[in-house]
């Protein structure tokens, strides 16, 4: 006796906004094992099974009887041939392909509603592929992701991934884009605060922080009559140290503007370093 491969050739196409993927095909044997008498056993070269993907919308999922045939592909006669098995389970993954179209969340901030602004995204669409049921939960559009307005001025571009969910393919070259923010016309100002302006908040009970610089550069942004106006006092930073422990480390800065500055905001402010020890 002795091993052949199964040979599984596929034959026709798939409809059109469908792909197989008939490189990931499975089998639940990979080899037949024959016995026989020599002399047709010796012509025998492969187990052949014929799977046709016309008109296919579904994933194969079937069992198929495989031809015995010699390096020609001709089938030989195999009546006097004892098989391991007589059936091979094929399965084909046969996917629905999709155009979706890419998207981001504008958030609010430095002084920039989401509604007052824009962007466009490169490239703005990509073909994807997955099961039926994969691609009617993703819909036709993804948000890739959000793009907070005060850490960005007018004409900022952002690179973004385009990551998609589980059992969803990409099938476009791409796997990021680019965002180019249009924002409103809008006034800027640095302001430098210190003292009282600069608020340490929530230090754990029989701790005292400091923080190591004792001046904060703001720069708000908003329309050019309430920029004018508004100055240091109007400034407020604010450091949370919740849950600080020993040590020197790197926190947020919080701003917020006073009452009369309803159209302004902070721009971002990068984290800044402090340091907790035990109270004398």
Do not use: W
């Amino acid at each position: 006796y002795k091993s052949v491969p199964v040979n599984v050739v596929t034959t026709g196409s798939v409809p059109p906004g469908y792909v197989d993927q008939a490189e990931e095909m499975l089998l639940d044997n990979e080899e037949i094992q024959i016995s026989g008498p020599a002399s047709v056993v010796s012509q025998i070269t492969q187990a052949r099974i014929e799977v046709s993907l016309n008109e296919q919308m579904e994933s194969v999922n079937q069992s198929f009887r495989p031809t015995l045939c010699n390096a020609l592909d001709e089938p030989v006669d195999s009546e006097l041939i004892t098989v391991s098995t007589k059936e091979v389970n094929v399965k084909i993954p046969v996917l629905q392909v999709k155009v979706i179209k890419l998207k981001v969340n504008l958030v609010d901030g430095g002084g920039v509603k989401a509604q007052d602004a824009s962007y466009e995204i490169n490239p703005g669409v990509i073909q994807v592929c997955g099961s039926k049921a994969a691609l009617a939960e993703l819909g036709n559009e993804l948000v890739l992701g959000s793009v907070y307005l005060a850490e960005h001025n007018d004409g900022a571009t952002v690179e973004m991934d385009i990551d998609l969910p589980s059992g969803v393919i990409n099938m476009s070259a791409v796997t990021g884009v680019t965002v180019t923010l249009e924002l409103p016309e809008l006034a800027a100002k640095t302001l430098t605060i210190s003292g009282e302006s600069i608020k340490l908040v929530n230090v754990p009970e029989g701790m005292e922080a400091e923080l190591l610089a004792q001046m904060l550069n703001i720069t708000v942004r908003g329309p050019q009559e309430q920029i004018m106006r508004i100055s240091e006092q109007d400034v407020t930073a604010v450091i949370d140290f919740t849950g600080a422990e020993p040590g020197t480390s790197y926190r947020r800065v919080t701003v917020t503007l006073g009452d009369l500055f309803p159209d302004c905001g902070a721009m971002k402010v990068g984290s800044v370093s402090t340091t907790v020890r035990q109270a004398d």
